[in-house]
């Protein structure tokens, strides 16, 4: 692929996955993006040895270790603010998402039809994986509330794929903690007039038993942070 001279910025908030992590940045490793790549790994105190792991890394990657769980939320926002590319996404750190998709995310970028691209996982697809059908009428109902409220219509604000330049990130201002990443930045990216495209993605989904860590709990709260940035916050 030929280079451009921009930079990718790739945060991967890990907590306790020691079973997917050395893979994943094998694959992010691996794939060419024609940009040049910077990873930037935050720990959230992990405790099953993925903080000890991610030692090996430190001469090719940028590590920030969070001194107590802060939330992946929180772990995100520090490494964006570590962050020196010329585009941002979030990669998670298990292996749901392939690397090879970002791929697709770059091209609306680069040929200034986006300042944000989301990865589907709802749009059409001859490869589509089992979902658990309880989270995947989660994922849908918070998608929908967020297109109410932004008047925006998007298949998948849920996803971990989002890619966007930083000029439109220095736009908005983050402040959560846990898992309401997604759609408090969805949010300001609406409130920002971003002009967003949306690609499909591959997905892989991991079960509660290989360490998925959404709860329901997170959904309710989720929808509490699309109303109240979308209309208590300036």
Known sequence: MTQINKKISIV????NEINTIATLIKRLEDVDLGLEKEIIIVDNCSTDGTRELLITYQKRH?????????GMSNSIRKGLAASTGDFLMKQDGDLEYDPQDIKKLIQPLLNDQADA???????TSDNHAAWNYRHLLGNKALTFVSNIVTNMYLTDM?????????????????????FEFEPEITIQFAKARARIREVSISYSPRSYNEGKKVKWSDGVHAIWTILKIAYFSK
């Open 62 to 70: 940028t590590i920030i270790y969070q001194e107590r769980n802060m």
């Open 12 to 15: 991967i908030p890990v907590y």
């Open 117 to 123: 691209v989301y990865g589907s996982r709802f749009l």
């Open 158 to 178: 849920e996803t971990c794929y989002k890619l966007y330049t930083r000029e439109l990130y220095n736009k908005v201002t983050l402040k959560s903690n846990k």
